[in-house]
């Protein structure tokens, strides 16, 4: 059974950093592609990052380029999501989500985690 | 960006009626479109894919059909499990963007 299991959310203030992490099982971690997903309090979702099976293909949103990194450990069945200079608009629930390939593409997600509330508030 | 438009952003309907949502893409995405159901409290599970193509382990009853900006999926029995809100997904374009989502009572 896939298994995704997030963590490292809480509350920051604006302008500090935090680090997600997503505990993969129940599959061949490093055959697929793995990406975050938000969703903002009362929200729809948003793509926030996506990187494929060697770390070789990674892509972001506008909204979060330059400040957070997507990267994997496949030894460790582990994504992670490191977020500097959070924002307000930041707040939400990520989720961690696998791709039905080794590449980015196709960009969608058949396996989600239960998410990690992230909340910026000074 | 691509806009995803999604209609109704809720419905109300009584168990065993048929119930269908509209996803309207703002350029032509061929069949780069997914269906997630996502249930209170927790996190969306994906239906369809590619337009029409039910994920496994799906129930029958759902369904999706279209093509270039036009796209509708269909619950052909409501259920009272099937009580969520409804988002389209596409991937023809990065970012990968999603409708605003459809909510699904029980009338």
């Known amino acids: 059974e896939v298994q995704l299991v997030e963590s490292g959310g809480g509350l920051v203030q604006p302008g500090r950093s935090l680090r997600l992490s997503c505990a993969a099982s129940?599959?061949?971690?490093?055959?697929?592609?793995m990406h975050w997903v938000r969703q903002a309090p009362g929200k729809g979702l948003e793509w926030v990052s996506g990187i494929s099976w060697n770390s070789g293909s990674i892509g972001y949103a506008d909204s979060v380029k330059g400040r957070f990194t997507i990267s994997r450990d496949n030894a460790k069945n582990s994504l992670y999501l490191q977020m500097n200079s959070l924002r307000a608009e930041d707040t939400a629930l990520y989720y961690c989500?696998?791709?039905?390939?080794?590449?980015?593409?196709?960009?969608?997600?058949?396996?989600w985690g239960q998410g990690t509330l992230v909340t910026v508030s000074s | 960006d691509i806009q995803m438009t999604q209609s109704p952003s809720s419905l109300s309907a009584s168990v065993g009626d048929r119930v269908t949502i509209t996803c309207q893409a703002s350029q032509d995405i061929s069949n780069y479109l997914n269906w997630y159901q996502q249930k209170p409290g927790k996190a969306p599970k994906l239906l369809i894919y590619?337009?029409?193509n039910l994920e496994t382990g799906v129930p029958s009853r759902f369904s999706g059909s279209g093509s270039g900006t036009d796209f509708t999926f269909t619950i052909s029995s409501l259920q009272p499990e099937d009580i969520a809100t409804y988002y389209c997904q596409q991937y023809d374009n990065l970012p990968p963007g999603f409708g605003g989502g459809t909510k699904v009572e029980i009338k």
């Open positions: 590619d337009a029409s």
């Open positions: 129940g599959f061949t971690f490093d055959d697929y592609a």
């Open positions: 989500a696998k791709g039905p390939r080794g590449s980015c593409y196709p960009y969608y997600f058949d396996y």
